[in-house]
C-alpha cells in the first residue's frame, strides 16, 4: 500500500468548505460558513463523502416521495455526495476519485483529482481541476479533521468533566 493511501484511510469530519472562483480572491461559501460533512477512505480502494448545510430545511414528513419539490430542491442545492473507487499519487501528493454513484448523475462515471496536503490529523484537499458552482468555475477548498482524533478529544473532555464533580 502506498504512502499516502496509508495516511488518509479512515473516517474525516468536515471543519471548512469553501470555494475560489478561477482568477478570483473572493472566497464564497454554498454551503453556508459551518457546513457538516463526512470524508471516507476504506483501505480496500472505496470512498464516500457526504458534505451539507449545517441546518437544512426540515421536510414535513419522513415520506421523501411525499415531500415538496421545492424543499427537495432546496435539499439538494445544499447536498454534496458521491461514492466510488480512489487512487493516490505519491509524487504529486493527490488523490482521485473515480465516481460510480452521485448525487449529482453528471458526475457518475467521471474521475475528480483533489491536491492533498497534512498537518498533523488535518487533512487539506483542493480540486486540481476547476469545477462548475452557480454559474462560474471554481476551486473547491475543504479541511477535514480525523475522526479517531476528534473522539479521542471528546473522551478528554468527558474525562474531564468527570473529574470535576
Known sequence: MSALKNEIIGSWKLLS???VPVGGEEYLFPLGNN??????YSPDGCM?????????????S???????????ATRVKGYIAFAGKYTTDNFLSQVTYHIETSLNPNWEGAKQV????????????KSVEPIPSDGQMV????TWQRVSKLLEDDEKIGDRVEESY
Request: aromatic share 12%.
Open 48 to 60: 464516500s463523502v457526504q458534505i451539507s448545510v449545517k441546518d437544512p430545511i426540515r421536510y414535513d
Open 62 to 72: 419522513d415520506d421523501r416521495f411525499s415531500v415538496d419539490d421545492n424543499k427537495i
Open 35 to 40: 457546513p457538516k460533512g463526512l470524508l471516507i
Open 17 to 19: 468548505y469553501i470555494e
Open 139 to 142: 476551486h473547491a477548498y475543504m
Open 114 to 125: 483533489r491536491k492533498l496536503d497534512f498537518e498533523g490529523d488535518v487533512l487539506y484537499q
